[in-house]
């Protein structure tokens, strides 16, 4: 004879399950329909932004690489979750914040006029530099960066 599952433990399981199986990948931004996250401006630009997917599932968008750094500032990093930027030579397309490459001080004027840029990674990053100017950086330069405390 079979013994049957307890429908507290088959449920556990299934959440463990589904947890596991949940791929945390950013979702597309909707122009002019979504709110930054820490800001509120309505989000119009496919070039600036990114996300972060909390470790509750649910994702908060930004309009550009000023908010999200200064909300994973005032957010512990066990609450952050996975971060994500907009690479801006290709728009709408995330990549992970810890491995991009970023632009401060550039002379391409972000949604909040921090000239904060996203690349892919720091070569391309300084590759644009010699167009855009500005100083190349990693995420955790930036989150280190005293002179962006206040953006936005």
Request: positive net charge; charged residues 20%.
């Amino acid at each position: 004879m079979r013994r049957l599952v307890p429908p507290r433990r088959l449920a556990l399981i299934a959440a463990v399950f589904l947890a596991a199986c949940h791929a945390r990948e950013p979702e597309p931004i909707v122009l002019n329909e979504d709110q930054c996250g820490y800001c509120r401006m309505t989000i119009a630009d496919a070039r600036f932004g990114g996300e972060a997917i909390l470790p509750t599932g649910r994702v908060k968008k930004f309009d550009s690489a000023e908010c999200l750094a200064a909300w994973a500032r005032s957010t512990p990093a066990g609450q952050r979750g996975d971060v994500f930027v907009i690479d801006l030579q290709h728009p709408g397309t995330f990549v992970p914040a810890a491995t991009a490459g970023f632009l401060k001080d550039a002379m391409l004027k972000s949604p909040m006029g921090g000239s904060m840029l996203g690349f892919a990674d720091t070569a391309r990053a300084e590759q644009q530099r010699t167009v855009l100017g500005g100083r190349v950086m990693t995420w955790a330069q930036l989150l280190a960066d005293s002179g962006t405390a206040g953006m936005p």
